[in-house]
């Protein structure tokens, strides 16, 4: 069975600052990866995902995250954050071939100060 | 296209009661699902539909039934509501739900308390 794991619950972060939010999972089969953001009061909405090839995924919002298939990790990064990417932010997996079924971290909540 | 909604938006219910929420999808999409967020759980499936006429479980399935009305509606009932249903509700559609990569989109949210 597949699983995901977000290792940071809550990151706070000056503006401007780089940030990474952390994402490891675990599959014995081959998976596609997500990350999700979830404005407040908001639904979900696809920063990016790793289907197949490059193992950097550029996605939406200046985001991006580097597939590491030997420590099994999706880590999500930015190199400067606005105050409008308070969001809470999560990582998803599913098995490559089968169903859409969406496996979900318990997210991570990032607060950017000013 | 409004994608995928939901109604209502909130709700406050008493144990025992019973209510079925709502979503519909103006995308043509085959498949549709409910999820379930929790604080510090992410979100868990409930239920989903791969087609029209065929439902499924998800993950937490137990004290809820749906309904695929139609290939646009996707409902989620609760025949008698618990405080352990509290929770935020998300609906969501693909294209399909089998093979090769389908985006699932979701609704804004049904915020479900239970007294």
């Known amino acids: 069975a597949q699983s995901v794991t977000q290792l940071d619950s809550q990151v706070p972060v000056f503006e401007e600052a780089p940030v990474e939010l952390r994402c490891n999972y675990s599959?014995?089969?081959?998976?596609?990866l997500f990350w999700y953001v979830q404005y407040p009061n908001q639904g979900l909405q696809l920063l990016l995902k790793?289907?197949?090839?490059?193992?950097l995924v550029k996605g939406i919002n200046g985001f991006e995250a580097e597939f590491n298939k030997s420590q099994t990790s999706f880590h999500l990064r930015k190199p400067s954050v606005h105050i409008s990417d308070t969001a809470e932010y999560f990582c998803?997996?599913?098995?490559?071939?089968?169903?859409?079924?969406?496996?979900f971290g318990a997210g991570t909540r990032l607060a950017v100060h000013p | 296209n409004a994608g995928v909604t939901q109604t209502p938006k909130f709700q406050v219910l008493k144990t025992g009661q019973s209510m079925t929420l709502q979503c519909a999808q103006d995308m043509n999409h085959n498949s549709m699902y409910w999820y379930r967020q929790d604080p510090g759980m992410g979100l868990r499936l409930i239920y989903y539909?791969?087609?029209?006429?065929?439902?499924d479980k998800g993950e937490v399935p137990n004290g809820y039934n749906v309904s695929r009305l139609n290939k646009r509606e996707f409902s989620l009932r609760l025949e008698s509501a618990a405080p352990s249903q509290t929770s935020v509700y998300f609906c969501?559609?693909?294209?399909?739900?089998?093979?090769?990569?389908?985006?699932?989109?979701f609704g804004p949210g049904t915020r479900l308390t239970v007294l």
């Open positions: 969501a559609s693909s294209e399909s739900s089998l093979g090769t990569y389908n985006e699932q989109f």
């Open positions: 790793y289907l197949s090839g490059s193992t």
């Open positions: 539909s791969a087609s029209e006429g065929t439902t």
């Open positions: 998803a997996v599913r098995v490559s071939g089968g169903y859409n079924k969406l496996i």
């Open positions: 599959s014995s089969v081959s998976v596609y």
